[in-house]
């Protein structure tokens, strides 16, 4: 009896998580799909959206993966402060996030007055998507990788170094290769993530517009009809994209651990 309540629940919880989904992919005519395939301002919001998610979650494997390292070895004072500074961005309402980084990146503000000197702002422009995508989703990454060092062995790494490996040999040839289940997890999960935005992006760069901005503005200014074409297309486009990339991400994992 526990067992079939178990399963239960699972399907009501998967049915309560597509259900809204293919009900608006259901309720869309075909026709309105083929017309926002070729609705050019539909194509570059996916171009933008796809782009920015990747530029943002490239930095964040770059910066994101020696941090990690860092916070999961290393014990110093200020360190439980730092890692809960890292998560905040996570907690809040991402408007205000959006908020938060135009006080800093805005035009009358000295960090963003600095870049405009050099030709570079954030307002209203592609490096500002990227901006908002990577501040509200890197924690993502950075947890995940983070518990890949913590229940990474050091011994492997000790036994790296007494063989007469320098410690960045041993960082980018031992302990890296040993966590890259989680550094592609946490990468999947955070492009994702990116995607999605919408808050911090509306505020701080509403143009070029993303996905999740273009469907909030046909949404706004012609109604729940103009909408479902976009609406429909992203849940297709990106709901098969992130699919595919779990099942073979799922599948890699268990190549690797035959």
């Known amino acids: 009896m526990f067992k079939f309540l178990i399963i239960l629940l699972a ?50 494997i770059l910066l994101g993966i020696p941090f990690s390292y860092v916070m999961a070895r290393y014990h110093f004072p200020l360190k439980g402060l730092i890692e809960a500074l890292v998560d905040i961005p996570q907690a809040l309402p991402h408007t205000v996030a959006g908020i938060a980084l135009i006080m800093v990146v805005g035009r009358n503000f000295m960090i963003g007055q ?43 790494e000790r036994v790296a170094r007494s063989l007469g490996l320098s410690f960045t040999q041993t960082f980018f040839k031992v302990s890296i290769p ?53 609406t429909a297309l992203v849940i297709i486009i990106f709901g098969s994209l992130f699919t595919v990339l779990r099942f073979i991400e799922d599948r890699w994992k268990r190549s690797e651990s035959r």
């Open 114 to 156: 600095t870049f405009s000197k050099f030709g570079v702002g954030f307002v209203n422009t592609f490096l500002g998507v990227i901006l908002a995508m990577w501040y509200v989703s890197f924690s993502i990454f950075v947890n995940a990788v983070k518990e890949g060092f913590r229940g990474l062995d050091e011994r492997y």
């Open 11 to 60: 399907v009501v919880l998967i049915m309560l998580s597509v259900f809204p989904l293919f009900s608006i992919i259901f309720k869309t005519n075909p026709s309105i799909l083929f017309e926002t395939l070729k609705d050019k301002e539909f194509l570059n919001a996916i171009y933008v959206t796809v782009m920015a998610a990747f530029c943002s979650t490239l930095i964040s």
């Open 178 to 230: 040993m966590v890259k289940r989680e550094i592609v997890s946490g990468a999947i999960q955070m492009w994702a993530r990116a995607i999605s935005e919408f808050g911090a992006i509306a505020i701080l760069a509403y143009y070029p517009k993303t996905v999740s901005i273009l469907a909030y503005d046909r949404f706004q200014g012609f109604g729940l009809s103009s909408a479902l074409g976009v």
